[in-house]
């Protein structure tokens, strides 16, 4: 729809003179061309022609003042257009402007759109449908008259550059910045969810609102601006040391946002509650401020939430390799690589600790890392063993089979902790008769282990009790009874019980699926013959598997 909008407003063709102009070679015309530029569109309006629409005081103030502050030589903008004159700003100026947009931006390109003014929302079709105001807007038509909000997104989020943001200073249900049509039903409207919306955006996008749904966007005369563009202004002057969370010289457009959500909760004692979703990371970030060159870390990724008050990770604390890094709601870098993250409660608690793999150019919501980080619910494996006993005769010299084993952690907060599991194996050894061939070995047993990380290893110290089964062969049988017939061939298998520490060492492929090494050192006391006493007997092993959690 807005596509249709932005094609009829294309300019007439223009005249150009028959003149001579000095020549450039063609290498030097073509680098210029395919150079990426860095592009902004500021739109600010505070006066309306519908008199249903009060006039605003400040929205303007907060283009040009933005504006300017891009247009410094340490911001590095090639082009920053604004649109906030003193009689308005129309429907028409507006969707030109993005026509030109969608006309001269390519991929490499950066861009960031800023509107500032009056929002509100009609039902369109059935449906509740948000709207930003121009000058031109009239409540009776506003499909016609006014910006539909999410045909605005969707066209910017469309536009060839991977690095760009749209940022949006207006609310759409009543109070500060918003007008609702009389007997509109102004309850708080539910918002759309987080997942869908994110799916929408690519690896270099980014949407900041300075309001979430059903809170006011306010003005401060005092401050003389919105109070959310006042605090990005912060941030990108006055207040930069700050407001760069990473240390690298460089503002981001995340970066400038999260100071800003921070400072305007503290502001309006959380009346005003400011929203994001990003996927703008690594070398995709949109740099308001600093010279590209002058940052040290670009390959970055970045963990983020901007939960509810009633979301089990508000107001955690976010600690990287042991270093308190941020805090949620917001927006904390990590370089790429394995690390160990834990989310503490305000309190102090551990909510969530463990070694997490993140990648470059990656986002990733803190809520879905922890159930990452927490590890597995249990897991089920497969592994090849082999056994020795030594002064055991019945067992030969070794035993070697396949077991299968199932567990399952006892607090699965973290992915250290205890865990408690089963296992059951079918293997053989070779028998200290002559003649009579393998034997057959049957062990089953309960495990209590003590689970930890440490990048990829995932290791695991315990105590095992078994139960072994060497089951008589026929052979042997029928060699005892010819012997004497009334004679017990009980002598010919073995049951018995052990015991004794097991130890386990995982390499993590994914947080799921590992390989698998494994060590034990049993012993159990034993009566090797009749007439003889008891004696210990140890029971030693390992082997190799593969394990998958859920």
């Not at 039902?123 to 105001?133: I, K, N, Q, T, Y």
């Not at 940022?167 to 609702?180: A, L, T």
């Not at 309001?211 to 003005?219: F, V």
């Not at 159930?371 to 055991?392: H, I, N, Y």
């Amino acid at each position: 729809m807005l596509g249709a909008l932005l094609a009829a407003c294309a300019p007439p063709s223009t005249l150009r003179a028959r003149g001579m102009a000095d020549a450039q070679s063609t290498e030097a015309v073509l680098r210029e061309a395919l150079r990426p530029r860095r592009v902004a569109l500021f739109v600010g309006i505070d006066r309306y022609d519908d008199p249903a629409f009060a006039p605003l005081q400040h929205a303007r103030d907060d283009a040009t003042a933005l504006a300017q502050a891009l247009r410094q030589p340490d911001a590095g903008f090639d082009e920053v257009v604004v649109l906030a004159s003193e009689t308005g700003t129309t429907r028409g100026e507006v969707l030109e402007a993005l026509r030109h947009l969608s006309a001269t931006l390519r991929r490499d390109d950066e861009l960031v759109v800023f509107f500032a003014g009056h929002g509100t929302r009609a039902p369109v079709g059935g449906e509740l449908h948000r709207f930003v105001l121009t000058t031109d807007a009239r409540t009776s038509d506003l499909v016609g008259t006014a910006i539909d909000l999410e045909a605005l997104l969707s066209f910017v989020l469309d536009l060839p550059p991977l690095r760009k943001g749209i940022v949006v200073d207006s609310c759409f249900d009543g109070g500060g910045r918003s007008v609702v049509r009389p007997g509109l039903d102004t309850g708080e409207p539910a918002p759309e969810p987080v997942d869908r919306r994110e799916l929408r955006l690519g690896p270099g996008d980014a949407e900041m609102f300075a309001t979430t749904p059903g809170r006011p966007s306010l003005e401060s005369d005092s401050l003389g601006h919105g109070i959310y563009t006042w605090y990005l202004l912060e941030a990108l002057g006055w207040g930069f040391q700050e407001a760069d969370r990473d240390g690298d010289g460089l503002l981001t457009l995340w970066e400038a946002h999260d100071h800003a959500r921070g400072a305007v909760i503290a502001h309006t004692k959380g009346q005003q509650v400011p929203e994001a979703i990003v996927r703008t990371v690594g070398e995709a970030d949109v740099v308001l401020r600093g010279r590209p060159h002058e940052r040290t870390l670009r390959d970055r990724a970045l963990v983020y939430l901007y939960p509810e008050n009633d979301h089990p990770l508000s107001g955690a604390t976010v600690e990287i390799d042991g270093r308190t890094r941020g805090a949620l709601p917001g927006t904390v870098p990590i370089d790429a690589g394995r690390h160990e993250l834990a989310l503490l409660a305000p309190d102090g608690r551990v909510l969530t600790s463990g070694w997490v793999q993140v990648g470059a150019g990656r986002a990733y919501r803190a809520d879905t890392l922890a159930e990452r980080v927490q590890g597995e619910l249990g897991t089920v494996g497969t592994r090849a063993f082999a056994v020795a006993a030594p002064g055991f005769a019945a067992l030969g010299d070794a035993g070697a089979g396949v077991e299968i084993s199932v567990d399952a952690r006892v607090a699965p907060r973290e992915a250290r902790g205890l865990v408690v599991g089963g296992r059951l194996g079918l293997g053989a050894g070779v028998g200290a008769l002559e003649g009579f061939g393998p034997r057959s070995l049957l062990t089953t047993g309960v495990d209590v282990a003590w689970q930890g990380d440490h990048q990829h290893l995932r290791w695991r110290l315990g105590w095992g009790l078994s139960a072994w089964w060497l089951p008589p062969r026929a052979t042997e049988v029928d060699a005892v009874l010819q012997d004497d017939p009334y004679a017990s061939p009980a002598r010919a298998g073995w049951i018995l019980g052990a015991m004794g520490p097991r130890v386990e060492l995982a390499w993590m492929l994914s947080p799921r699926w590992g390989l698998v090494v494994h060590g034990m050192a049993e012993g159990t006391a034993l009566r090797l013959a009749a007439d003889a006493p008891a004696a210990f007997v140890p029971i030693v092993g390992g082997g190799l598997g593969v394990r998958a959690g859920w």
